[in-house]
């Protein structure tokens, strides 16, 4: 799950260190997961895991019945252990600014996120650099003279259609945001 051996701790060093107090706000604050009390102590109770396998039933067994109906239970629990080794969330952070600081005026920037932690990272970056006063509400004149760096080229997410999702189903969860840039 790594996305570089320059990583300080492996995906499996987590699940099988940590401990249940740290798996479970990890689990609730990556994977947005609301068993994640009960995943993280089951995780500890049934560890060492040696394979994903292993850890995927573990999970699927913790969670109510009814809340494996729908899609595999483990798929929130691996994106926040991903999530977590990778650092993905500060990194995405970094990226967006970086991106915005090379664009000349014109440029625009698409950043296309998968989930609802990354595209609220997403909003809030693009919101603020769109932002015209940074004075605090409630305040009669403007004293700030701040300047929007952005423009939003789309208000709201942009989300696959029906047809979209038909030939590609991997697309569903797919959220696309445009700014472009209106100012050095």
């Known amino acids: 799950m790594r996305m570089g051996p320059d990583a300080t701790r492996t995906a499996a060093d987590l699940v099988n260190e940590a401990d249940q107090g740290e798996l479970a706000e990890i689990i609730r604050r990556y994977g947005e997961d609301r068993f994640a009390s009960r995943i993280a102590a089951a995780i500890v109770e049934h560890r060492p895991f040696s394979s ?16 494996r109906r729908s899609k595999h239970p483990a798929r929130k629990t691996f994106q926040a252990i991903r999530i977590a080794v ?37 909003k809030v970056a693009f919101r603020d650099h769109a932002r015209v006063c940074t004075c605090p509400p409630g305040l009669p004149i403007c004293r700030c003279g701040a300047t929007p760096d952005l423009r939003l080229l789309t ?15 991997r697309a569903r969860s797919a959220v696309l945001r445009a700014a472009e840039r209106i100012t050095t």
């Open 86 to 122: 990778n650092d993905e969330l500060a990194g995405l952070s970094e990226a967006i600014e970086a991106a915005i600081g090379c664009l000349v005026v014109g440029g625009r920037i698409v950043v296309m996120s998968y989930h609802s932690l990354e595209d609220r990272i997403v």
């Open 155 to 169: 208000r709201k997410a942009v989300k696959p259609s029906p047809e979209e999702i038909a030939a590609n189903p």
């Open 52 to 67: 994903t396998t292993d850890l995927a039933r573990c999970v699927a067994e913790a969670v109510p019945a009814a809340a």
